[in-house]
């Protein structure tokens, strides 16, 4: 039977979209521990815990733009990562994943601080309604509306999301839809 959804306004439809990223996420992270979550196979770009943290450090800087707060301190440090948090440079475009030893986030605490993340980038997008949706902001080396940088925010947890699939498949984990 289909699920529908009551979608009554652009900005919900793309909240909810961003919302549905803490599941589908989720599912590829059963099974890995905190040892496994920073491993980093030969060949692949990064671990779990890194693209966790960068990708809620990338919607953390997304809603910035829609409600003008900066990604929260209790998530994102200006230093170094720390139990608690990541270092804003560490999970950075362009950053190196830490390496095992390095001071990081548990698995259960990366996770904590992608699930935040999604959250408030949700309730920014609602917050913010249908018409500022349209606004132009910049990124990247371009500009764009901030509806269509909501929706590169999906399609970025998706690829992130591949990235831990390969992570997965080459330490031999189970599938998930086994």
Known sequence: ???????????????????????????????????????????LPNHVIWNLGHLALTMSRVTEKLDARPPDLACFSSGGSTPQAFGL??????????????????????TEIFNESVDRLAGAVRNAGDARLQDTTPWGNGTTTLSMLIVRMVFHNGCHTGQMTDTRRALNMKSIFA
């Open 89 to 110: 440079e560490s999970v950075a475009f362009g950053s190196q994943p830490s390496t095992p030893g390095q001071s990081c986030p548990s698995l259960a605490r990366a």
């Open 1 to 43: 039977m289909p699920v529908h959804f009551a979608m009554s306004t652009h900005a919900e439809l793309l909240a909810q979209s961003v919302e549905s990223t803490k599941a589908l996420v989720g599912r590829y992270l059963v099974g890995f521990d905190d040892q496994t979550a920073l491993a980093q196979p030969t060949g």
